[in-house]
């Protein structure tokens, strides 16, 4: 999962949309561009869109569950 697969799914065109329309800090979203989404966010993602979104088991930011 990746940041544009978030902006795409909530019909935004900017991350500051993105931020307010998800409760989240834009410095979060920095960081999950930059860093990946961590794994247990796109899960928790992956069921609150029920199924729409996928959370990325093979992407950088999943070698840790932290």
């Known amino acids: 999962m990746t940041l544009q697969d978030l902006l795409d799914y909530h019909d935004c065109s900017s991350k500051q949309e993105l931020s307010r329309?998800?409760?989240v800090s834009r410095i979060t979203l920095w960081k999950w561009e930059k860093e990946g989404i961590p794994l247990r966010?796109?899960?928790f993602l992956?069921?609150?869109s029920k199924g729409i979104l996928k959370a990325d088991l093979l992407s950088k930011s999943s070698q840790s569950l932290n």
């Open 46 to 48: 992956e069921i609150k």
């Open 21 to 23: 329309k998800m409760s």
């Open 41 to 43: 966010t796109q899960a």
